[in-house]
């Protein structure tokens, strides 16, 4: 399989990365922006498989102009068709709402929304080539319709809820190419993102353990949904 993570140098994208590349029949095509980082999960990769095929590309998708130019031809350079996409880059901004700028509402609804609809719209003719046709758009707990809200978080949760219902809408609109689309709105995990959000707090799960809850969703997944929000969470937060 071809598979396209974004977010992948740390965090939960760097254990869903570690585990499909773990399978040297797949190719991994793994997104940050952090080069030293992209290395570190390269390296992590060939001490698993020596066979491993993790492809790193680093690429900032915080400018959606740039993502539109560029990232089709990033993402081709390795394979030429994806069975899976997996939009796991995200931001996080923890302030109280008459705080936060526009200029970090922006950055939030690019990095978390925008930038991943327009790669899903660059890769879409190589996901009407691929066998398994899965995209996977990682939401959160805060974007989902009648969870609990937290102070500070309301930009994150409303960027969060948009990509969700992208999710929704492109599960239909493309249901005659048979490409699935569906959202994992993610609770609390052990993740930097999560500190930041929570501060003093330590969540029941650890980024592998949603890793691997991941990994199998996005191989199997696509047999009992589409066009579906699931909320994966067992605590609050």
Do not use: W
Not at 99 to 108: C, G, H, L, Q, Y
Not at 172 to 197: D, R
Not at 213 to 234: E, L, M, Q, R, T
């Amino acid at each position: 399989m071809n598979i396209v993570i974004t977010g992948a140098s740390k965090g939960i994208g760097f254990e869903v990365a570690k585990l499909f590349a773990a399978k040297e029949e797949n190719t991994v095509v793994a997104i940050a922006r952090s080069e030293d980082l992209l290395k570190e999960l390269k390296n992590a990769c060939i001490r698993e498989n020596l066979k491993t095929k993790i492809r790193p590309v680093v690429f900032d998708i915080e400018n959606p102009g740039k993502v539109k130019e560029s990232i089709k031809n990033e993402v081709v350079k390795y394979i030429d068709s994806v069975d899976i996409l997996i939009n796991n880059a995200g931001i996080l901004v923890n302030s109280p709402f008459h705080e936060i700028s526009a200029e970090e509402m922006m950055k939030s609804f690019h990095i978390n929304c925008i930038s991943p609809a327009i790669i899903i719209q660059e890769l879409l003719p190589l996901l009407k080539k691929g066998q398994v046709k899965h995209v996977i758009n990682i939401s959160s707990m805060g974007g989902f319709q009648g969870s609990v809200k937290f102070p500070g978080l309301s930009i994150y949760s409303a960027s969060k809820a948009a990509i969700a219902n992208l999710s929704e809408g492109l599960a239909e609109e493309y249901k005659e190419e048979q490409i699935t689309f569906n959202s994992l709105a993610l609770g609390a995990v052990n993740t930097e993102m999560f500190k930041s959000a929570f501060h003093g707090m330590k969540a029941a799960l650890e980024p592998k353990d949603m890793a691997s809850f991941i990994y199998d969703f996005a191989i199997n997944g696509k047999k009992y949904f589409n066009g579906k929000i699931i909320p994966v969470s067992s605590t609050t937060p």
